[in-house]
């Protein structure tokens, strides 16, 4: 009767273990999903701040061509007093807003940098979880097997006991 009873505590024991490892990997697998939601989000501001340094490219390319013909009005305009004054207020307003161009590609150029590190740190620590992952559903599965192996057993324990 006592063996019964250390018998029902052992497998207790083990239903209370198997059900930790259990708790454990779902927590594991709900912190992968977390990380790779993550992981596409920071895809997509990847994805967005490489089309911004496009944009600002193209815009780049055009201020510069503004700015080129500019200089070439200016030079057309000495004749003009009254049209030179303007074309290099139009000048200055372009060299600002190159250089603010520029100054904002400089930017998006560091936060896609810092994207891609952050990526690839997310990457990682993605691999590490799944590893993480696969080795607690090994251990679960580990689990599962004991778990079916004991209940076989006490199952034949009070199939004997029944039969006496």
Known sequence: ???????????NALR?????????????EAQIRKLEADLVAKEQDHTAAQNRIHFLEEQLDQT?????????????????????????????TLEERLEES???????TDQLRQTDVKADNLERKVQQLEQERDGLEGKIQQEKEKYATLK???DEAMKTLEEL
Not at 16 to 28: I, M, N, V
Not at 64 to 92: I, P
């Open 102 to 108: 520029e100054a904002k590609l400089r930017e998006v």
């Open 64 to 92: 510069a061509d503004r700015l080129q013909e500019t200089k070439q009005h200016n030079q057309d305009a000495d004749v003009h007093r009254g049209e030179a004054e303007a074309l290099a207020r139009k000048n200055a």
């Open 1 to 11: 009767m006592a063996s019964l009873e250390k018998f029902r505590e052992r497998l």
């Open 152 to 154: 076989n057993e006490f």
């Open 16 to 28: 209370a273990e198997a059900d930790a490892a259990l708790e454990r990997a779902e927590k594991a």
